[in-house]
């Protein structure tokens, strides 16, 4: 019924739903409040949006799964509200959820056709590796505030939030679609470095690039302090990585 009110423009009409659930404890899922955020969304009723974070809060350890909040991240940048993106960070930043923002980010600006954007978040990942105090930078998004969006993406550098290989490629993908197989081929470079878990996977996919690239480019060549950093590095920050 939720999800029928909320795509048929009604979705003011769930409250009295969920207000009957929760009374008689049949506590709503995650893509229950989902039909409810994404309806408000569509309707632009932005104070029911914050309503409904509001009852998840109340009623739930937590407000949501990691999923639910970049979905909603990716939906307020659709329909051109920063303001609102951000104000979800900073929820993310005060809870201890890790949710994959690079990856978030890098997708989102993939899917936008900008490859040169998107190379750089990945750049700017890369540094942050290796000094943290990297000045913001902005992520070219459509329709949004570039001071906003640059203090995201530092505050995903601080958390050492990285995207997985499925996004890695997509973007090394991007690039060489576009003609710039030398930039694709240094993010394989680093990549190989940085996570020797899917260094195979690199390896075949840097190879099947034109070879005269692919000989060029060396870890070494592109990241010159790494080594000096790579004892701290390896165990403390790529325990858990995934790309």
Do not use: Q
């Not at 958390?159 to 290989?165: E, G, L």
């Not at 260094?199 to 870890?219: F, H, N, T, V």
């Amino acid at each position: 019924m939720i999800k029928v009110l909320s795509e048929s423009g009604c979705t003011s009409s769930v409250y009295p739903i969920l207000d009957e659930m929760i009374k008689n404890k049949l506590w709503p899922k995650g893509t229950t409040f989902r039909y409810c955020l994404v309806g408000f969304l569509k309707e632009e009723k932005d104070t029911d949006i914050r309503k409904v974070w509001d009852i998840m809060s109340r009623h739930f350890a937590s407000p949501g799964t990691v999923d639910l909040y970049v979905s909603m991240i990716d939906f307020y940048f659709k329909f051109k509200k920063p303001e609102e993106a951000k104000a979800l960070f900073d929820e993310i930043l005060s809870t201890d959820l890790k949710p994959n923002a690079y990856s978030h980010l890098i997708h989102v600006v993939c899917e936008e056709g900008d490859m040169e954007a998107a190379k750089s978040v990945f750049e700017k990942m890369v540094s942050s590796y290796i000094n943290s105090k990297n000045r913001l930078f902005s992520l070219i998004s459509d329709g949004g505030d570039r001071e906003d969006t640059a203090k995201i993406t530092y505050e995903c550098m601080e958390k050492i939030w990285v995207p997985n290989f499925l996004t890695m490629k997509m973007l090394v993908d991007g690039l060489v679609s576009i003609s710039k197989v030398r930039e694709a081929n240094e993010i394989i470079a680093h990549l190989k470095r940085m996570f020797p878990r899917n260094a195979d996977k690199w390896i075949e996919i840097g190879e099947g690039l034109p070879k005269k690239y692919y000989d060029e480019i060396k870890p070494w060549d592109l990241m010159p302090n790494w080594f000096s950093y790579a004892d701290i590095t390896y165990p403390t920050l790529f325990r858990n990585k995934t790309a």
